[in-house]
């Protein structure tokens, strides 16, 4: 997920794309996918997952570095895809309009994975505060439609495109203390079903994937401001919380599934999250 608020981050002019060593040894005939927030988390398990499979993957997301470490780790592995490092920000329409005539420069991408996304506070909607909600709006919402305007004439035109969309549980069940990701994410749900009985006469199957608790390394704790302790307590005596690894796995089986099966919404939450409000903590 792009987890760092974007005031605090240097804005991203053009899309910096690299060609991965990982190409050399690769089919031209490689399934194309752009999947963004590729830097952490869910992103980059699901591109690491997909390349493993011999995808060629644009890896988008803000952060070079941490895209060129993911690339250094598919050269590692040997894996039989392509790990493409794409920085820039999901939001910046300029910017993913260049991302995207380039991917048609390379022969095109028949899927889009759009999981870059995050949270902002925990506060009550009477003490809510507008600029976190805003970025929330602009990261989860509006990166998702900048992301299928620039991509969709390109899978439209492969004949067999899919879109999948990562929100959350807390697109379709709300709770105290998450007005504002609820909101955010219940946009990005609304997005998602208009899109899906928009895109079906162009034969773009459309997937929502709406994890429960996921413990990744910043997720709460970006959400809960950098505090350690506080982000730590989230998945505190819960045994055995999803992984980004787990999400992944089911993002990479939707997508790879015969193009006329279309998983329309899959909720996976760990054994120990019954329901929104009911999680199993021991010890």
């Known amino acids: 997920m792009t987890t760092v608020r974007e005031s605090q981050e240097s804005a991203v002019q053009q899309p910096s ?13 490689a399934r ?84 870059a996304g995050g949270a902002r506070g925990t506060d009550a909607v009477a003490d809510g505060d507008l600029e976190q909600w805003e970025w929330m709006y602009r990261v989860n919402v509006l990166g998702t439609l900048t992301m299928c305007k620039a991509f969709l004439p390109m899978l439209r035109a492969h004949g067999e495109g899919t879109v999948l969309n990562l929100t959350s549980t807390a697109a379709v069940t709300a709770y105290e203390g998450g007005g504002g990701y609820n909101a955010a994410k219940m946009g990005q749900h609304g997005l998602t079903g208009a899109l899906r009985l928009e895109e079906a006469e162009h034969n773009v199957r ?25 982000a730590d307590k989230v ?32 909720v996976l939450r760990p054994v120990a999250q019954a329901a929104q409000h009911k999680v199993i903590r021991k010890g």
């Open 17 to 29: 794309v690299q060609k991965s060593p990982v190409q050399q040894s690769s089919s031209s005939t």
């Open 206 to 230: 459309v997937i929502e994937v709406l994890p429960g608790m996921v413990h990744t390394e910043e997720f709460s704790l970006m959400r809960l401001g950098g505090d350690q302790a506080a």
């Open 32 to 115: 194309g996918a752009v999947v963004s927030g590729a830097t952490t988390g869910i992103g980059r398990a699901t591109a690491l997952e997909m390349a493993r499979r011999g995808w060629r993957v644009y890896a988008v997301g803000r952060r070079a570095e941490r895209l060129e470490q993911l690339q250094a780790q598919g050269v590692e592995e040997d894996v039989p895809g392509m790990l493409i490092p794409c920085a820039l920000d999901v939001t910046d329409a300029d910017a993913v309009a260049r991302l995207a005539e380039r991917v048609t420069e390379d022969g095109g991408a028949d899927t889009l994975v759009n999981i």
């Open 235 to 266: 998945y505190a005596g819960v045994e055995k919380p999803l992984t980004a690894e787990d999400v992944a796995e089911v993002c990479v089986h939707a997508v790879e599934l015969p193009h006329h099966v279309n998983l329309d919404q899959i």
